[in-house]
């Protein structure tokens, strides 16, 4: 399985990139493998993006989608997903980039990667620009995994 991993501390933008992701490497599709709807990948009411795992084909390629991996929980579901779907071939999810989350992540999730890429985010951290500079800093980011994902060795 190859892996892109988008890490940092919380409040960088692994989950709104991972949405983004998401939003586009759904686009023409309604339903996961297993005939559910795919969950909205657009913030909620209060502005924030809801964890999720989805599992899904595209141009012939089965594709994990997985948002969160704050906790054991949601990093064991990962894990399941993963041995449940052993002919994955791309998994997009994300990782704190310190602590235990960090330790848990790479001894239960990593060792199922035959190719692991990690793309590290920062804060943002202009005080008189901050917005601005946030939200060039996703649309950047987003144009980025994109262009990672495309070419090899993911080729979606």
Request: hydrophobic share 40%.
């Amino acid at each position: 399985m190859k892996f892109l991993v988008i890490s940092g501390a919380p409040q960088t933008g692994k989950t709104t990139s991972i949405n983004k992701i998401a939003e586009w490497l759904t686009i023409g599709i309604t339903t996961d493998i297993y005939g559910e709807a795919l969950p909205s990948f657009l913030p909620g009411i209060k502005g924030k993006y809801e964890d999720f795992s989805i599992v899904i084909n595209r141009h012939g390629k089965k594709i994990i989608i997985h948002s969160a991996t704050d906790n054991k929980p949601w990093m064991d579901k990962l894990t399941n997903k993963l041995k449940e779907n052993p002919d994955t071939d791309v998994v997009v999810t994300s990782c704190r980039d310190i602590y235990w989350e960090r330790n848990y992540f790479s001894d239960n999730v990593k060792p199922f990667a035959s190719f692991f890429l990690e793309s590290p985010l920062g804060k943002i951290t202009r005080q008189k620009d901050f917005a601005l500079a946030n939200k060039l800093y996703k649309a950047n980011l987003f144009l980025m995994h994109k262009h990672i994902l495309i070419n090899s060795p993911y080729n979606l």
